[in-house]
């Protein structure tokens, strides 16, 4: 019964997934949920390497699977987001999707900074 229970669990998850990339969830729960995952896994991974003061090698692993993950999270984060509120648009709910949208621009254009200054510091 436990792997049937797996599989259910799993499924669900998947279907959330791409609930959220069509932008069909909630336009709260989609700017919400996905950020606490991000800050969860950082949080585990702040820990772990807090904890392995001695091994700088498996530090700097952990550090480039937390990359990895922020990586993949974060446009499929945003992308659900715009796309449910293109939703709550066609409801009339133009306050909270603008606020949506505007969020997901800065969040963006931020980055977009970020990589600049990396890209001038290494020269």
């Known amino acids: 019964m436990p792997e049937k229970e797996s599989l259910y669990s799993r499924q669900k998850i998947a279907d ?3 609930r959220h990339w069509r932008g069909e969830c909630s336009l709260k729960w989609s700017l919400l949920l ?4 991000i800050a969860l896994i950082g949080l585990i991974c702040g820990t772990i390497i807090t904890g392995l003061t001695h091994s700088s090698m498996i530090s700097v692993l952990i550090l480039a699977l937390y990359g990895v ?3 993949a999270l974060v446009p499929w984060w945003l992308v659900g987001v715009w796309r449910s509120s293109g939703r709550y648009l066609k409801t009339g709910k133009v ?4 606020m949506a949208r505007t969020a997901c621009v800065l ?4 980055f977009l900074v970020l990589l600049a200054l990396l890209a001038s510091a290494r020269h």
């Open 107 to 110: 969040i963006i254009f931020k």
């Open 69 to 71: 993950a922020v990586v």
């Open 34 to 37: 996905p950020p606490l995952w």
């Open 16 to 18: 959330y997934i791409l």
């Open 95 to 98: 306050f909270l999707a603008f």
